[in-house]
Nanobody, 126 residues
Framework: QVQLVESGGGLVQAGASLRLSCAASGRSFSSYAMGWFRQRPGKEREFVAAITWSGGNTYYADSVKGRFTIFRDKSKNTVYLQMNSLKPEDTAVYYC???????????????????WGQGTQVTVSS
């Protein structure tokens, strides 16, 4: 069973930075993809970024491209989301997720992912 534990959320002012972490355990991740999603109040869960575990290929939503960076530390089985130049509209609960199938054309869909963390709140004040 895969377990994902997020950390690093908090309350910051617009323009600040935060780094979210997602520690994964339970099995080998050599063939996984990992994603970050967020859910704003009253909205559906939306794709933020994804990375393939083996090759480190990255994918971003247009709304965060150039501000957010996803990367992984294989030795720690941890995926990170570095968030810079935060905006109030980035306020959301952020979730990490693991994809066993790694269908690259589906990485932006939450339905592609098999395991989810509990989420961490990010609040950006104006």
């Amino acid at each position: 069973q895969v377990q994902l534990v997020e950390s690093g959320g908090g309350l910051v002012q617009a323009g600040a930075s935060l780094r979210l972490s997602c520690a994964a355990s339970g099995r080998s991740f050599s063939s996984y993809a990992m994603g970050w999603f967020r859910q704003r109040p009253g909205k559906e869960r939306e794709f933020v970024a994804a990375i393939t575990w083996s090759g480190g290929n990255t994918y971003y939503a247009d709304s965060v491209k150039g501000r957010f960076t996803i990367f992984r530390d294989k030795s720690k089985n941890t995926v990170y989301l570095q968030m810079n130049s935060l905006k109030p509209e980035d306020t959301a609960v952020y979730y990490c997720a693991a994809d066993l199938s790694v269908r690259l054309w589906m990485l932006r869909s939450p339905n592609e992912y098999d395991y989810w963390g509990q989420g961490t709140q990010v609040t950006v004040s104006s």
